[in-house]
């Protein structure tokens, strides 16, 4: 596999959720379950994925998944993501630099900061657990 690349992703690319089957198609494998260093904060692009951004301080460690990834398979994933998502390298908890899919400040601006659930399941659960409460029902 050494035409592998390990990628890292934090949203709809993840297990089950909506944009999975784009890894999937090009071959791609699950590698492991990761977090990534104390240095990013997560937006939420109008609760349809997420958006990355390394931060100079005030960041968190985000849950990520590792995938390995053709490498010929790279540009097909990243066209086929939402705007003003990019490709860039990740460091993780453990000091490992991987590619990871980030977002671009501006598609950050005026979109609600997701960064205290530390990672886009925590807070989809959270939105579920908030549809499915008693309170939301009235």
Known sequence: MTDT???AVNGTL??????NGNLLAVGAIFGREATT???YRLWSIDDRYPAMIRVSSGGVAIAVEIWLVP???LAAILMQEPPGLSIGK??????????GVLG????????Q???Q?????????SLEAKQSSPLAQT
Request: proline residues 4%; negative net charge; charged residues 25%.
């Open 71 to 73: 490498a010929a398979g």
């Open 14 to 19: 993840m297990h089950g959720l909506e944009l």
């Open 5 to 7: 690349l390990k990628l």
């Open 37 to 39: 260093e104390p240095a």
């Open 90 to 99: 990740v460091r993780l908890a453990d000091g490992e630099i991987v590619l």
């Open 104 to 111: 671009e400040p501006i598609a950050c601006e005026n979109k």
């Open 113 to 115: 900061e997701i960064t």
């Open 117 to 125: 659930w530390g990672g886009w399941r925590a807070y989809i659960e």
